[in-house]
Structures are given as structure tokens and as C-alpha cells.
């Protein structure tokens, strides 16, 4: 079993950033895929960005050229850097793994998810 655990959200201004971090454990981590998805009050998860186990990195329109995501597989942990924040990025941030590998922008295409972090992006 793996566990996830994401920190850095927190209270930011619009135009702000914030970079959240998540922490795997296990021996397989650099294998895996890694996804970011985000659930606002009301709304429905949304895919955010994922890294596959190669690298290779996709975007949501909605984030693409603002967020930033990466991987450390030294640290066994992912990042999202986020920039130019607005009010509609509010949201509990999660990571999920997928041990496929390749990810995707659908949740039911991975394995196992965090318990989320709260970013809120005042105007």
C-alpha cells in the first residue's frame, strides 16, 4: 500500500504562488505516474497536471503556462508549483499515483490518492 501525503496549500492573494508538495511512500515511487486534481465546494474533482514515470508532463488548460509540476524520485516526492493564482484555483488540492505509469487525466485511472490540501486564493 502506498501513502500520499500533500502539504503546502495554504491562504494566498490573487497573483500569488504556492507550491504544494507530495510525499509517497514505498520503494516503487519513481515508476509510477503522479497526478495532481483539485475539488472545489459544489463542484466536481478536476484533473489538474500529471508526470508520468518517464517525465513527460500535461497540463488542464485552465492551469497550463501558471502551474508547474515535477518530481524528485531522490525524495519520493512531487510537486506543483503555482503561480498567478486566481480566486477559481480555490480548491482542496489532491496527488494520486497510478503504478501503471503513465497516468491520465481521468481519477478512476489511479491507484492510490492523498487526503488533500486546502488552497484558497483570495481577490
Known amino acids: 500500500q502506498v501513502q500520499l501525503v500533500e502539504s503546502g496549500g495554504g491562504l494566498v492573494q490573487a497573483g500569488g504562488s504556492l507550491r504544494l508538495s507530495c510525499a509517497a511512500s514505498?520503494?516503487?515511487?519513481?515508476?509510477?505516474?503522479m497526478g495532481w486534481f483539485r475539488q472545489a465546494p459544489g463542484r466536481e474533482r478536476e484533473f489538474v497536471a500529471l508526470?508520468?514515470?518517464?517525465?513527460?508532463?500535461y497540463y488542464a488548460d485552465s492551469v497550463k503556462g501558471r502551474f508547474t509540476i515535477s518530481r524528485d524520485n531522490a525524495k519520493n516526492t512531487m510537486y506543483l508549483q503555482m503561480n498567478s493564482l486566481k480566486p477559481d484555483d480555490t480548491a482542496v488540492y489532491y496527488c494520486?499515483?497510478?503504478?501503471?505509469?503513465?497516468?491520465?487525466?481521468?481519477?478512476?485511472?489511479?491507484?492510490?490518492w492523498g487526503q488533500g490540501t486546502q488552497v484558497t486564493v483570495s481577490s
Open positions: 494520486a499515483a497510478d503504478r501503471g505509469g503513465i497516468g491520465g487525466t481521468a481519477g478512476g485511472e489511479y491507484d492510490y
Open positions: 514505498g520503494r516503487a515511487f519513481s515508476t509510477y505516474a
Open positions: 508526470i508520468n514515470w518517464r517525465g513527460p508532463t
